[in-house]
């Protein structure tokens, strides 16, 4: 195997100092973690990478230089030297890792860099697109719009084209034009996809024919929005925007807003953050000092008198604030920082893995 002759050439020759890159034991407590992702969270140690399991077990060496979570069942990971490539979830390279830079998987595709040109590589570690690109983006979903909706939205990406993006799609065509200042992938919405782009200083939002739900007028926009309303601002005044029916609610009471998730979005008030609904009014009170997104567990990250803790939907703290620092629920666990060390608990707060990592790197 490719993985076992990599690491027998990594720190030097005596077996203690190879040991803490070799699967199988307990990941390195000097090592600093990151979020899990399909099963698997990075950790590093000294200037290699690798992976832990849900049990806190090394089950991919510590070997690479840099190393990405997983997605869609692939990690991108750069080998010795400098090139990147990608691994499955036994650690095995799929495809040559040849490639100068590289985005993650998204429905099916991965942007790839070889010198100036972007393309695309599918699943199997093959050439999709072949780089051409002065630049490209991840791909957003297909959406089927019924027949009595016109005609299907393909795969597109986002890809730039001189000074100009436009969407290419799974083939490399170009099917929206470059005439963009700058583009966003396209998410789902309630029966289309809907990407943000920029022209000159404004942003808005397109459907997947490259055709404006709502015109350039934002001096911000969210980039990846959720449930289809999307977080704007215009000058001073933050609000709304519903990409189904392009309708905008904006107010000078709002500080920030964040990304809608479960119905919600965070949104600061007075120096203070509660959660907004999607008819851009206050859901849940701005009384934290901190919060984030909920997650697919029903549950955010909030912060009071200086601790960390989790609230439902209600606002009410099921994990009580009691952490120095914390981060989001994430594959059905999360980060928290007790002390100087970094562990994972479950919903009910309970520790997955105890805190015995070191702090994320600055």
Same mark, same amino acid.
């Given at each position: 195997m490719l993985l076992v002759a990599l690491v027998g050439g990594i720190g030097g020759s005596g077996g203690a100092a190879r040991a803490q890159f070799v699967a199988g034991g307990s990941a390195p407590t000097a090592g600093a973690v990151g979020d899990f992702s399909g099963g698997f969270a990075v950790v590093s140690a000294g200037a290699k990478s690798g992976y832990m399991d849900r049990a806190g077990q090394l089950a991919i060496p510590l070997i690479?230089?840099?190393?990405r979570p997983f997605r869609e069942g692939f990690a991108a990971a750069r080998f010795l030297g400098s090139k990147w490539g990608f691994i499955d979830a036994q650690g095995m390279p799929v495809g040559s890792p040849e490639y100068d830079a590289v985005g993650d998987f998204r429905e099916g595709f991965a942007a790839v860099r070889v010198g100036d040109d972007w393309g695309y590589l599918d699943h199997t570690g093959a050439v999709a697109v072949e780089p051409q690109f002065a630049a490209a983006r991840a791909f957003g979903p297909a959406v089927s719009r019924g027949a009595a909706s016109g005609a299907d939205v393909p795969l597109l990406a986002p890809v730039r084209v001189g000074d100009l993006w436009g969407y290419a799609d799974t083939k490399g065509a170009l099917v929206v034009a470059p005439q963009f200042d700058d583009a966003h992938p396209f998410v789902a919405t309630a029966a289309d996809a809907t990407a943000a782009v920029r022209m000159g200083e404004a942003w808005g939002y397109i459907d997947g024919r490259g055709v404006f739900v709502v015109t350039p007028q934002f001096d911000y926009a969210d980039? !990846?929005?959720?449930?289809?309303?999307?977080?704007?601002?215009?000058g001073e005044n933050w609000g709304v925007v519903d990409l189904t029916t392009g309708v905008v609610r904006l107010s000078a009471r709002y500080e920030a807003i964040g990304t809608?998730?479960?119905g919600l979005a965070p949104v600061q008030l007075d120096g203070l953050w509660g959660w907004l609904d999607r008819m851009g009014e206050? !859901?849940?009170p701005a009384t934290f000092e901190d919060v984030d997104g909920f997650s697919p567990d029903g549950l955010a990250l909030a912060r009071r008198d200086g601790k960390y803790g989790y609230v439902n939907r209600s606002g009410a703290f099921v994990v009580a604030p009691q952490y120095d620092d914390a981060w989001a629920f994430a594959d059905g666990v999360a980060r928290v920082q007790v002390g100087g060390m970094v562990g994972y608990i479950g919903p009910n707060g309970a520790f997955a893995i105890a805190p015995r990592f070191a702090l994320p790197r600055a």
């Open positions: 690479f230089d840099a190393a980039p !990846a929005p959720g449930e289809g309303i999307a977080a704007v601002r215009s809608f998730a479960g206050i !859901a849940i």
